[in-house]
């Protein structure tokens, strides 16, 4: 048999979890984002424009300096 604080610290843990999990957005492009920002005039062409490889992994992917800013205004 668990203690009841053990108990109470696991429900804590998993309630913060699940708060941060719902609350966090993720930072993704699409398709049709680039193709809005090429209708409003910005030149994204590739992945390029944002990110320092051409075609970004999930999780191993690194922004340039407009790809940073990018992030920060979300």
Sequence with gaps: M???????????????WAGWIALTAVSTATLPMQKKAKELGFPADNCLYCHNEKLPKKGAMTHNARGEWLVGEK
């Design 2 to 16: 668990r203690k009841p604080d053990s108990r109470i610290a696991l429900t804590a843990l998993v309630l913060f």
